[in-house]
């Protein structure tokens, strides 16, 4: 899943429980957050990816298969479905932070398939 966000050079931190499990703490994670830069120039890379990986995402109370040039709620984040696992994509979160205030407390983690991807724990373990 998050090797389509790679080959598709989309700007991205892994959050959440899979960052805070990838990092070492004791959870199991049910869906994967992604904070990204959804910035206009980097949109058609995000919906590249979510195609990619099968992903859908609900639109008026129907799941629509999200295909090139999909419309997306950019300003603040969207969930979708993907035969792998939820995801969160974030654009914003409530306190106003993206990407660009998270990348900066963010680790790395070598994927098996030698992908290289930034990872914050946005949340102490409880």
Known sequence: MVGAFVRHGCR?????????????????????????DGGPERRPAIVAALRDVGASVQRGGVCERVEAGSPMPWTWGFRVRTPFVPVDVIVRFADGSTVDDVLPTATTVTLPDGSVVHVAATRAAA
């Not at 499990?21 to 994967?32: Q, T």
């Open 12 to 36: 991205f931190v892994v959050v959440g429980s899979v960052a805070r499990s990838w990092r070492g703490d004791d959870v199991v994670p049910h869906d994967l957050d992604l904070v990204v």
